[in-house]
């Protein structure tokens, strides 16, 4: 626990500190430095972005009108190389480092409390579900944003094919774990797996995603490949990446951040300029790719979908 004391800048708040300025930097040379050595040895001659996706296919697919912005959609290029996804590395050049992970074979289990306790192999599961379109705005706790054309599939949907039995409260997310691939994963103060949790009824909200596509393609590594969540009106360190276990269950999971510092992470997350972050104003964010901050909206402008999640839950920490 000291030591995580004192890697606090390691925390996502470094981009809202001072100490983030040239933190940023000696972790972007660090990057480039790691960046090379992968060059050289057989892994990086992988191309970044072109590898073959068996998925690939299926993109681009329809957009569902439904989701609109009230923005521009951030560049892909601008989105692919800033990235949070600690298994990589904690700045947000983990771009290169990520394309070590092997995503096929990939299987997703589902189990716990349901009545279809399954291994699921990734296409497989892309035949099985609807697969469409999002135009999302995504808000990290760190205060900066984008607005993203995700492709995937309801989260209902996956909700549906475990067959959740009448004692499942929540759902328990885990990311792969494989430290010889990721090499954040070494670093054993960090609680890995990375966890995160939601409750059924969240789960089966509208807006709750299964995002394996973006930009009208396969989700390139650094995203989270091949399957992440997306719940845009939460900060998004909820929407966890590289997902290979969903479990159901009755007990509400702690998350990777939450046990880490759970006075500064908690369960709910929810969006809320008004509510700030222990060490910095939540009231408004930067947006990625340009010089614009904006006001930041009420559960992300998500509020008329998900508030009515929350209308009975006044004792909880929403906003953290
Ligand atoms: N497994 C895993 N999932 C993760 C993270 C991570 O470090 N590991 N970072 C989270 C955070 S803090 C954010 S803001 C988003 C970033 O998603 P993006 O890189 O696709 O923009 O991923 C989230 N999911
Ligand atoms: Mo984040």
């Not at 439904?66 to 290029?77: G, H, N, P, V």
């Not at 070590?100 to 192999?121: A, E, F």
């Not at 039995?165 to 990311?175: H, V, W």
């Amino acid at each position: 626990m000291n030591i995580l004391k004192k890697r606090s800048w390691e925390l996502p708040g470094r981009d809202a500190t001072p100490e983030h300025v040239f933190l940023n930097r000696r972790q972007i040379l660090a990057g480039m430095i790691g960046g090379g050595v992968l060059a050289g040895s057989g892994l990086g001659v992988r191309p970044a972005f072109a590898e073959e996706d068996p998925s690939a296919g299926l993109y681009p697919v329809s957009r569902n009108p439904a989701f609109k912005l009230d923005r521009e959609l951030t560049a892909e290029d601008i989105a692919s190389k800033y990235n949070n996804f600690y298994e990589f590395g904690s700045h947000k050049q983990i771009w290169p480092a990520a394309q070590k992970l092997q995503i096929r074979p990939w299987t997703v289990t589902l189990d716990g409390l349901v009545d279809n306790p399954q291994i699921v192999d990734i296409d497989t599961l892309l035949s099985k579900m609807p697969l469409e379109e999002r135009l999302y705005r995504h808000r990290c706790v760190e205060a900066w944003s984008m607005a993203v054309p995700w492709s995937g599939f309801p989260l209902a949907e996956l909700v549906k094919l475990a067959g959740p039995q009448s004692g499942a409260k929540y759902l328990r997310f885990e990311t792969f774990l494989e430290p010889s691939v990721a090499n954040g994963q070494k670093q054993s103060w960090y609680p890995w797996p990375y966890v995160e949790g939601l409750t059924l009824d969240e789960a089966t909200n509208e807006l709750a995603f299964m995002a394996t596509g973006v930009y009208g393609k396969p989700l390139a590594k650094q995203f989270g490949a091949p399957i992440r969540l997306v719940t845009p009106w939460k900060y998004g360190f909820k929407c966890i990446k590289s997902v290979v276990r969903v479990s159901f269950t009755d007990q509400r999971p702690v998350s990777f951040w939450e046990e880490i510092q759970p006075k500064e992470y908690g369960f709910w997350a929810n969006v809320n300029p008004e509510v700030p972050h222990r060490r910095w104003s939540q009231a408004s964010e930067k947006i990625l790719g340009t010089d614009e901050r904006r006001d930041t909206l009420l559960y992300n402008g998500y509020q008329e979908q998900v508030a009515g999640l929350y209308k009975d839950l006044g004792g909880e920490n929403l906003f953290m």
